[in-house]
């Protein structure tokens, strides 16, 4: 009898062995680990810079915000890498559009968009045409390509060549493989080990989620100030009109329309100031999509 415990138990300890090894194989592959530079960072984010490009990646991740829209600076030239670099992120941006630029700003643009080698093949084909356009008038000073590519998903989300949903970011589902592998042991080693991980780990993912939402709060309040600033534009053509004629032959609305702009150029400004501010609460957060809300609300007078 003892003699088949015994064999019962090893066997058992050796499908237990190789349920982990596959656990950790799988672990390994979804957590990234064998990802290259580029791959590891746009997981988490919108924006890669590559090293020595003279691009401020936060700054370029501010631009972009949560938009569908990924951006991958390469130093020197782009060659044929913009097809390697695509098919290396074609699971991890599923479902964006990925702009590839070189030091030059010259860009292999690539569609992951829904649908893009299906039924949307031709909305994908407009969608990179339209991507292009105007990136390399703003070589001079490189991190205005952000906002270029920006401005250029927004007419393709309006024009319904792109999602408008926010790009949705995901922790590696590896993290939740090696909770259940630590879990495992645990049981079977110590009861006391498996409570104080398992209440390391609800801190852990608490505090992982405050600053996740946190995060979330700020790229929402970029989107917002960046639409806010396509509507600045915007306006800035018809104020550059009024502003070309003759002081006598301006009208009382078009004198309304220039103090108008004056004052909703000065609260953008100021604005923007405050929302360089990366440690601001969620009081102030609030408090800034509020106030963006109102100025983009102020810009329809116009």
């Not at 090293?51 to 951006?71: F, K, Q, T, Y």
């Not at 939740?176 to 495992?184: C, E, F, K, P, S």
Request: aromatic residues 6%.
């Amino acid at each position: 009898m003892r003699r088949h415990l015994t064999r019962w138990l090893a066997r058992g300890e050796a499908w237990l062995m190789i349920a982990c090894v596959a656990l950790g194989i799988v672990a390994v592959s979804g957590a990234g680990v064998l990802d290259d530079d580029i791959q590891r960072d746009i997981r988490l984010s919108n924006v890669y810079v590559a090293p020595g490009v003279d691009v401020e990646e936060a700054a370029a991740e501010r631009i972009v915000g949560n938009r569908n829209l990924v951006v991958v600076y390469l130093d020197g030239d782009l060659g044929d890498r913009g097809s390697g670099v695509c098919d290396s992120l074609s699971g991890i941006a599923k479902g964006s559009f990925v702009a590839i630029l070189d030091e030059d700003l010259d860009m292999y643009g690539c569609s992951l968009l829904p649908g893009a080698d299906e039924e949307n093949l031709g909305k994908a084909y407009v969608a990179e045409t339209v991507m292009r356009f105007g990136v390399e008038m703003v070589a001079e000073e490189k991190i205005q390509s952000a906002r270029v590519l920006a401005s250029s998903y927004d007419r393709a989300v309006a024009a319904g060549l792109a999602p408008q949903e926010a790009r949705e970011i995901r922790a590696p589902f590896a993290r939740y493989l090696v909770a259940a592998i630590a879990l495992g042991t645990a049981l079977v080693g110590s009861l006391a080990v498996y409570w104080r991980g398992r209440r390391l780990g609800h801190a852990f993912a608490d505090a992982t989620l405050a600053d996740a939402g946190l995060r979330g709060r700020r790229l929402q309040r970029d989107a917002a100030l960046a639409s806010v600033g396509v509507r600045l534009l915007e306006a800035d053509d018809v104020i550059r009109a009024i502003a070309a004629k003759p002081h006598d032959e301006r009208t009382a609305g078009d004198r309304r329309r220039l103090a108008t702009f004056e004052r909703l150029a000065s609260s953008y400004s100021r604005l923007h100031e405050r929302t360089q501010q990366e440690d601001a609460e969620p009081a102030e957060l609030d408090a800034q999509l509020h106030e963006i809300e109102r100025l983009r609300d102020r810009f329809e007078a116009i």
